[in-house]
C-alpha cells in the first residue's frame, strides 16, 4: 500500500464526515480496532475517495444509493450528513431516495426519508 494514501484518505474522510467525528473516531480506536480503523482510512478514503475521476458529490451520492440499498442506516445518516458537506442537495437526497424506492422498495425508501429527515433538520434545511 502506498504510504501516503492515510494522509490523503484522513483528508478526504475530514472533509466529508467532519474532523471532530473523524479525530474522536481514531481517538477512540482501541488495540482491537485502531488497525481497522488505518487501514480502511488508507484503503476506503486513500485509495477510493482519493481518486480524482469522480468527484466528491457524485461520490456521495453514489453511497447514499449503495448504503440505502444496503439498509445500513447507521452508515446512511453518516453519509447523508456527508453528502451534503460534499455539495449536495436536498432535493438530490430525495431523488436518490425515490431510486431506492424503485429499486429496493417502499420501507427501504421510509427508513431513508426518516433519517434524511433528521439529518436535514438538523442542518437547518427543513
Same mark, same amino acid.
Given at each position: 500500500m502506498k504510504p501516503d494514501l492515510f494522509?490523503?484518505?484522513?483528508?478526504?474522510?475530514?472533509?466529508?464526515?467532519?474532523?471532530?467525528?473523524?479525530e474522536n473516531n481514531l481517538a477512540n480506536a482501541d488495540d482491537f480496532t485502531r488497525e481497522f480503523q488505518e487501514t480502511m482510512t488508507a484503503w476506503a478514503w486513500g485509495f477510493g475517495w482519493g481518486d480524482e475521476t469522480i468527484d466528491m458529490k457524485t461520490r456521495s451520492m453514489m453511497n447514499l444509493a449503495?448504503? %440505502? #440499498? =444496503?439498509?445500513?442506516?447507521?452508515?446512511?445518516?453518516?453519509?447523508?450528513? %456527508? #453528502? =451534503?458537506?460534499?455539495g449536495v442537495s436536498k432535493e438530490e437526497i430525495r431523488a436518490i431516495i425515490h431510486v431506492i424506492a424503485i429499486y429496493c422498495g417502499v420501507p427501504q425508501s421510509l427508513?431513508?426519508?426518516?433519517?434524511?429527515?433528521k439529518v436535514l433538520t438538523e442542518a437547518g434545511q427543513l
Open positions: 494522509e490523503k484518505g484522513l483528508a478526504k474522510r475530514k472533509a466529508t464526515l467532519g474532523a471532530e467525528y473523524v449503495m448504503i %440505502g #440499498a =444496503l439498509g445500513k442506516m447507521h452508515e446512511w445518516e453518516l453519509h447523508c450528513r %456527508g #453528502a =451534503l458537506n460534499n427508513e431513508c426519508f426518516r433519517v434524511a429527515r
